[in-house]
């Protein structure tokens, strides 16, 4: 099981998307999910509608990400704007980076992301039961918003159908993890680790949960 931290490791709130976090999620060998917007022409890292110039860029994001890259994880960028193809796509191939996806962009931005190649994730939640442009995803973020609907069977057919998936832990939505982590340990043992992730805001403790007999 890949662990993704979730806009970073932090270790209080105020810290979520920041250098500092980010930082640390590479330097413990995570990878993250982090939100990807434009500003003025450019790209930056910012969950919600960038204010200020204090935001990271993303040639600074992946500069970063560069100086630990025998060591990090995957990055899962998620795509808060649209139109953002050229530059993204431009930067990654800029500082060679290869071991990303795309998610969450609307269906007409996630199509334009397919048409030039990029490695897209498509969603399934209780909201989106038929995930969009699913034979053409390289994988699935399955998100539980309301309630923990995941199993394991949910998670072996998307494996089955050669699919990498990304699990995204209760907590990030208000609810307590440890029956759902529970629940999946058993796939999370079968399954070949670059095929299954989860997002969670405890990578540290998930950790040591899924790597543990």
């Known amino acids: 099981m890949a662990i993704l931290a979730h806009r970073g490791f932090w270790t209080e709130p105020a810290e979520k998307n920041s250098r500092e ?6 330097r413990e060998g995570f990878g993250i999910e982090t939100d990807i917007r434009d500003r003025n022409g450019g790209l930056v890292v910012s969950h ?6 204090s935001l990271m860029t993303v040639d600074e994001l992946l500069d970063l990400y560069g100086r630990y890259a025998s060591q990090a994880g995957t990055l899962a960028l998620n795509i808060k704007a649209d139109g953002l193809q050229g530059p993204l796509l431009d930067a990654l191939a800029r500082h060679g980076v290869d071991d990303w996806f795309v998610f969450d962009m609307a269906v007409p931005d996630g199509i334009l992301y397919l048409r030039r190649g990029a490695v897209a994730y498509t969603r399934q939640s209780e909201y989106e039961r038929e995930p969009s442009f699913y034979e053409r995803a ?3 973020w399955l998100d539980a918003f309301e309630s923990d609907w ?12 050669g699919k990498r998936v990304a699990l995204v832990s209760p907590e990030l939505h208000g609810r307590p993890h440890a029956a759902a ?4 340990k058993a796939v999370a043992t079968r399954a070949e ?5 989860l997002c969670t805001d405890f990578p540290d403790k ?3 949960f899924f790597d543990a007999p």
């Open 206 to 208: 998930a950790r040591e």
């Open 193 to 197: 680790p670059c095929m299954l992730a």
């Open 138 to 140: 390289a994988g699935v």
């Open 21 to 26: 976090a980010l930082e640390r999620a590479f």
């Open 150 to 161: 995941i199993d394991a069977a949910v998670i072996e057919r998307h494996l089955a159908a």
């Open 181 to 184: 982590w529970e629940s999946w």
């Open 48 to 53: 919600d509608p960038p204010v200020g110039d």
